[in-house]
């Protein structure tokens, strides 16, 4: 079965620092990943996808995720934050077989910008 | 396209009472999902429908908990006798049909509805 953890629960970084939110997730099949974004009163908005080719994928504002097969992770990396970054960010997988409808979460982390 | 809409966005209700939330996908997606997000929890896969047909149900849906998309459109989740422990955010999401592999899924959801049971 899929699943995904996110070991930090909330993260504070200064503004302009970097930051990494991390993803580790568990499955004995392909899969694909994900990075949600939920900002506050709104509904959750893809960040990112990772679903095969280059490891590395992008996203339009800055942020990036590397997809690590033998760590089992996803991480989530800005080189530079800024407040209107401040969400709550969430990892998610679906294995890739056919038929599979379901997306797994993480628990979610809280990233919090200092100005 | 307006995106996913959902009704009502907030619930406040007594325990033992019945709530319904109604979803309306974008209008060209033919899958729909419910989720649901408690405190400090990320979303937890409900069931979701391929046009009119309820093709998976997670266990946590319980025979309290009841979703419809007649006619392949909108969708309504319902909680009959509702208990302190219905109280969490329900979400709904949709996607079109796609020819690529299913997993690759690229959901749009909506704003939530959020239920606090008393």
């Known amino acids: 079965a899929q699943s995904v953890t996110q070991l930090d629960s909330q993260v504070p970084v200064f503004e302009e620092a970097p930051v990494e939110l991390r993803c580790n997730y568990s499955?004995?099949?392909?899969?694909?990943l994900f990075w949600y974004v939920q900002y506050p009163n709104q509904g959750l908005q893809l960040l990112l996808k990772?679903?095969?080719?280059?490891?590395l994928v992008e996203s339009i504002n800055g942020f990036e995720a590397e997809f690590n097969k033998s760590q089992t992770s996803f991480h989530l990396r800005k080189p530079s934050v800024h407040i209107s970054d401040t969400a709550e960010y969430f990892c998610?997988?679906?294995?890739?077989?056919?038929?599979?409808?379901?997306?797994?979460f993480g628990t979610g982390t809280r990233l919090t910008i200092i100005p | 396209d307006t995106g996913v809409s959902q009704d009502p966005r907030h619930k406040i209700t007594k325990r033992g009472q019945n709530v319904t939330f109604r979803c309306d996908p974008i209008?060209?997606?033919?899958?729909l999902y419910w989720y649901r997000q408690t405190l400090g929890q990320g979303p937890e896969f409900l069931t979701y429908f391929q046009n009119e047909a309820q093709l998976e149900k997670s266990r946590l849906l319980s025979d309290r908990f009841s979703a419809e998309r007649p006619k392949g459109s909108f969708s309504t989740l319902e909680i009959q006798r509702t208990e302190q422990g219905d109280s969490a955010m329900y979400l709904c999401a949709s996607r079109p049909r796609q020819g690529a592999k299913t997993g690759a899924n690229v959901l749009t959801f909506g704003a939530g509805s959020r239920l606090t049971v008393l």
């Open positions: 209008s060209e997606h033919n899958r």
């Open positions: 499955s004995s099949v392909s899969v694909y």
């Open positions: 990772y679903l095969s080719g280059s490891t």
């Open positions: 998610a997988v679906s294995e890739a077989w056919f038929g599979n409808e379901k997306l797994t």
